[in-house]
Structures are given as C-alpha cells and as structure tokens.
C-alpha cells in the first residue's frame, strides 16, 4: 500500500506540480502561485485529483517547514475545492446479465488480460484488491499451508 502512495505522489508531482514549480526552491514559492497551480488543474482535471495534489504538495512543505528550510508554509490557509459533482453512489448502477458477461469475455478471449477480468467479474473484486493479492502472492508465498 505504501509503495502505491508513493509511486502516486510522485507521479502526481512530476505530472502537475514539477512542470510548474518544481525548478523553484522551496523558499520562493509563493502563496499565489500554488493558487494558479490549484486553479489550472481543476480547469483540466477532477476536483477530487486537484485536492489530491495540494494535499501532496502541503505535506511537502510541512515537511519543509519541520527540517527548517522555511518558516511558514505557501499552501497554509488555501481550501480544498469543493466537489460539486455526483459521487458514483448516487448514480444508477447495474448488474451485467450472466448472458451480457459471456458477451463480453467471449469479445475478450484473445485478450492478455482475460484472466484477470474473469477474476474481477467471477469475484466482484476491485482491480486493485486483485492486483494487490496478485501481487503479494508472487513476492512472498504464505508460510501458512494453503494460503499461498
């Protein structure tokens, strides 16, 4: 799980904040700046992403702030924005009919990844919970018999 967190925050740096900020020292960025920051990627991205990435930016200079490199963060006082769109809840939701699922994996056949949809349709699993078991299974077989 932390190996993701990081592999996102830093994809989140390199893609939004870097081209924009990141050749400054952390002692030159300026509260205005990470507001247009903030403002230019919800022109182009969800909210959800945009708060995502200022609260990625924040801990970094709350970190900057605790190694003494600045005395008072940039992003101290800017709100996340507000998310006005409808959460996937709230939205209508069905079930594929058993035979809308062999439509679909019959289409899928040739595919590498046919396996791994059967397992998330066959399951109900989320593709991360999949690709996390996957995942673990091939890094460190379980010392427990038949847990591996």
């Not at 893609?15 to 960025?29: D, F, L, N, T």
């Not at 919800?42 to 490199?69: H, P, R």
């Amino acid at each position: 799980m932390e190996d993701n967190l990081t592999n996102n925050n830093k994809s989140y740096y390199y893609k939004h904040v870097s081209p924009k900020i990141g050749s400054r020292k952390v002692q030159q960025i300026e509260r205005r700046e990470i507001l247009a920051l903030q403002k230019e990627i919800a022109e182009d991205l969800s909210v959800s992403t945009c708060n995502t990435v200022l609260k990625m930016l924040k801990v970094v200079l709350n970190d900057a702030i605790q190694d003494a490199v600045i005395s008072k963060s940039p992003a101290d006082g800017i709100k996340s924005l507000k998310d006005t769109d409808t959460k996937a809840s709230e939205t209508y939701h069905r079930a594929l009919t058993e035979q809308e699922q062999k439509d679909f994996m019959q289409e899928m056949a040739q595919d590498y990844y046919y396996e791994f949809v059967a397992l998330l349709l066959c399951t109900g699993m989320r593709s991360g919970d999949a690709y996390g078991k996957i995942r673990l299974k091939l890094d460190k077989p379980s010392k427990y018999k038949g847990l591996s």
